[in-house]
């Protein structure tokens, strides 16, 4: 089989990684891919915000499945026509997406199939957003409802702040773009913990949990950012949490899309709180997470091939998933100035010191293959990953292995499983 996996970041590097374990895989290409993935794929130039050019590209290649990783592409609408082509993709359709790309649509949907999640108000003009605060306790969260890559969403600890940043969303001086919609929403206090999904449309399978640090500064301080590390261990969901959450968020999810006649087939993320009164939704995302795949990927023992083949063909619910059990780590290391600005182009010492560190994969996230030399390309650079019998040794490893490595300005949290640790 011939497999095309769409994406360039530290997710598909760990896609790829893992596809290429499958005896029945031929050949991988990842378009446009990264300096990481080029040593193991061939990679093709693609414009990931361009349709008609993942058309191009999946037109030249003819691959016998597509794995689409960002939700860029899956906001365009890639799934939908390839289906309407007749091919296999792995991936949600553009009305399913929207569970992630809308925040509106993913709150009424919560509410129509009462799907636990925090208090919330939809507001489609500043006026509105304003007149609405007086319903909330501080904090509160506003949040805009388009894809912002993670810096859509504000916690305001007073009414200045809420003020300040529903009229920065409206006036687009916050996003760069003016939002038409915003909503405000309950803080909700507790651990946040990835549950990822497969589905075929019907069945919901889950993958191990992972938790990821979102926060730029150590002790979850500082700007959001897409995820600056993530652990994963079994012990951080039992039996009986694991199957509430399936039985009263993950399957009705997937049934509800499915009775609203938008079937969600692909990876359902889904990003919650565990707080006093039980687990609630914070956010859908109708792919897999980035890092959350690298660290919940190294710890997948059966084919993943097979996995996503099932989800495409409707037959999920015949398959099994066997993990690694221990524990998992993952260390991003990221450009200075990063999620702000930063400068791309500096050469990256000391990768293959660091693979030689026991259970590690050095996943790249925002590299390029220049001269033979591995660059800086991007906000987030590298997912150092570590597998080991215990969380400790895992992030131990993972640590070891970073710290080979060099780039100028490079920035990682040392905290990463720091709240399982305390445990
Ligand atoms: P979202 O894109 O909606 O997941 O928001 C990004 C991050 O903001 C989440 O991972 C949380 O860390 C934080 N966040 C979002 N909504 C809330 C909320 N209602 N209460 C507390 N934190 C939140
Ligand atoms: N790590 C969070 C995300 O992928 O959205």
Same mark, same amino acid.
């Given at each position: 089989?011939?497999?095309?996996?769409?994406?360039?970041? #530290?997710?598909?590097?760990?896609?790829? *990684?893992?596809?290429?374990?499958?005896?029945?895989?031929?050949?991988?290409?990842?378009?446009?891919?990264?300096?990481?993935?080029?040593?193991?794929?061939?990679?093709?130039?693609?414009?990931?915000?361009?349709?008609?050019?993942?058309?191009?590209?999946?037109?030249?290649?003819?691959?016998?499945?597509?794995?689409?990783?960002?939700?860029?592409?899956?906001?365009?609408?890639?799934?939908?026509?390839?289906?309407?082509?007749?091919?296999?993709?792995?991936?949600?359709?553009?009305?399913?997406?929207?569970?992630?790309?809308?925040?509106?649509?993913?709150?009424?949907?919560?509410?129509?199939?009462?799907?636990?999640?925090?208090?919330?108000?939809?507001?489609?003009?500043?006026?509105?957003?304003?007149?609405?605060?007086?319903?909330?306790?501080?904090?509160?969260?506003?949040?805009?409802?388009?894809?912002?890559?993670?810096?859509?969403?504000?916690?305001?600890?007073?009414?200045?702040?809420?003020?300040?940043?529903?009229?920065?969303?409206?006036? #687009?001086?916050?996003?760069?773009?003016?939002?038409?919609?915003?909503?405000?929403? +309950?803080?909700?206090?507790?651990?946040?913990?990835?549950?990822?999904?497969?589905?075929?449309?019907?069945?919901?399978?889950?993958?191990?949990?992972?938790?990821?640090?979102?926060?730029?500064?150590?002790?979850?301080?500082?700007?959001?950012?897409?995820?600056?590390?993530?652990?994963?261990?079994?012990?951080?969901?039992?039996?009986?949490?694991?199957? *509430?959450?399936?039985?009263?968020?993950?399957?009705?999810?997937?049934?509800?899309?499915?009775?609203? +006649?938008?079937?969600?087939?692909?990876?359902?993320?889904?990003?919650?709180?565990?707080?006093?009164?039980?687990?609630?939704?914070?956010?859908?995302?109708?792919?897999?997470?980035?890092?959350?795949?690298?660290?919940?990927?190294?710890?997948?023992?059966?084919?993943?091939?097979?996995?996503?083949?099932?989800?495409?063909?409707?037959?999920?619910?015949?398959?099994?998933?066997? *993990?690694?059990?221990?524990?998992?780590?993952?260390?991003?290391?990221?450009?200075?100035?990063?999620?702000?600005?930063?400068?791309?182009?500096?050469?990256?010492?000391?990768?293959?010191?660091?693979?030689?560190?026991?259970?590690?994969?050095?996943?790249?996230?925002?590299?390029?293959?220049?001269?033979? +030399?591995?660059?800086?390309?991007?906000?987030?650079?590298?997912?150092?990953?570590?597998?080991?019998?215990?969380?400790?040794?895992?992030?131990?490893?993972?640590?070891?292995?970073?710290?080979?490595?060099?780039?100028? #300005?490079?920035?990682?949290?040392? +905290?990463?499983?720091?709240?399982?640790?305390?445990?």
């Amino acid at each position: 089989m011939k497999v095309l996996v769409i994406g360039a970041g #530290g997710r598909e590097h760990a896609l790829v *990684w893992a596809l290429r374990k499958s005896p029945r895989i031929t050949e991988i290409v990842c378009a446009p891919g990264n300096g990481g993935i080029a040593s193991i794929a061939r990679s093709v130039p693609a414009n990931l915000k361009d349709l008609n050019d993942l058309l191009r590209v999946v037109s030249a290649e003819t691959p016998d499945l597509t794995v689409v990783g960002p939700e860029l592409p899956l906001s365009l609408g890639l799934v939908d026509e390839l289906r309407r082509r007749g091919l296999a993709v792995f991936g949600p359709t553009q009305a399913a997406a929207m569970l992630e790309t809308s925040k509106a649509f993913a709150k009424r949907f919560m509410q129509r199939h009462n799907i636990p999640t925090a208090h919330y108000a939809v507001c489609a003009g500043q006026k509105e957003a304003l007149d609405s605060l007086h319903l909330f306790h501080f904090p509160v969260v506003v949040k805009a409802d388009g894809l912002a890559s993670g810096k859509g969403v504000l916690i305001c600890e007073n009414k200045a702040e809420a003020e300040h940043a529903i009229e920065g969303l409206f006036n #687009g001086k916050l996003l760069g773009s003016a939002e038409t919609t915003v909503i405000l929403e +309950d803080f909700l206090k507790g651990e946040e913990l990835s549950f990822l999904v497969l589905s075929d449309g019907k069945h919901a399978t889950p993958l191990v949990p992972a938790q990821d640090h979102k926060r730029l500064g150590e002790g979850d301080v500082g700007p959001n950012t897409g995820g600056m590390g993530v652990y994963s261990t079994d012990a951080m969901l039992d039996a009986t949490m694991r199957d *509430w959450i399936l039985h009263h968020i993950a399957q009705p999810t997937i049934d509800g899309m499915a009775a609203e +006649d938008t079937p969600f087939t692909g990876v359902l993320y889904i990003g919650l709180m565990m707080t006093a009164r039980g687990p609630m939704v914070l956010e859908y995302n109708a792919r897999f997470g980035d890092p959350e795949t690298q660290a919940i990927l190294v710890r997948l023992e059966s084919d993943l091939l097979e996995a996503l083949e099932s989800c495409v063909e409707g037959r999920l619910s015949e398959t099994e998933l066997r *993990w690694k059990p221990g524990a998992s780590a993952c260390v991003v290391a990221a450009s200075g100035g990063y999620p702000g600005s930063y400068t791309n182009g500096y050469r990256i010492a000391g990768l293959s010191e660091a693979a030689q560190v026991p259970g590690i994969v050095v996943f790249h996230a925002g590299t390029a293959l220049v001269d033979r +030399d591995i660059v800086t390309n991007g906000g987030r650079v590298l997912a150092v990953t570590a597998t080991a019998d215990t969380l400790q040794d895992a992030l131990h490893r993972a640590y070891d292995a970073i710290a080979k490595i060099h780039f100028e #300005g490079m920035y990682y949290r040392h +905290d990463i499983g720091h709240r399982a640790l305390k445990k």
